[in-house]
């Protein structure tokens, strides 16, 4: 009797997580599609507020995201209106690739890794410094239509 309880109790907090997973999935991906914010962000931070998952663990996992062509909608989209800069996005691509690869290898190196502390304290403050750049922006902004 105590195990079919165990049972039920886990598989109810398994789906509480799958259904966070397709929230997170959706929102995070109409952010990406109107303001470019990568969904990792909005994903990892959901994810660590509702304490599911190791938080690095959570990283790895949502870093798979963008084995995937996770954009192609978004940027079909803008292909069709004439509104991509190829060298830029070549560049971007090749230089992303390996600060991606740098970042990761702070992260993961077992000697000097990151803690999770300090990934989330570096997180904080690029958001908070991009934030404030961007209200400034937005609010200097003239609007064209």
Known sequence: MEENNFLIVYNIIYMFDFLVYIICGFFSGFCMGTTTF????????????LKIGDYKKNEGSIML??????????????YKKNLIDYPLAITLIITVTLGSYLGSFLVTNKKNALTDKQIKYFT?????????????????????K
């Not at 404030?132 to 200097?140: H, Q, R, S, V």
């Open 124 to 144: 904080g403050f690029v958001s908070l410094i991009f934030g404030i750049i961007f209200l400034i922006a937005g609010y200097y902004s003239k609007d064209k």
């Open 65 to 78: 995201l963008n084995v995937f062509p996770i954009t192609i909608g978004s940027t079909y989209t803008f």
């Open 38 to 49: 990568n969904p990792i962000t909005i994903i990892l931070l959901i994810l660590d507020a």
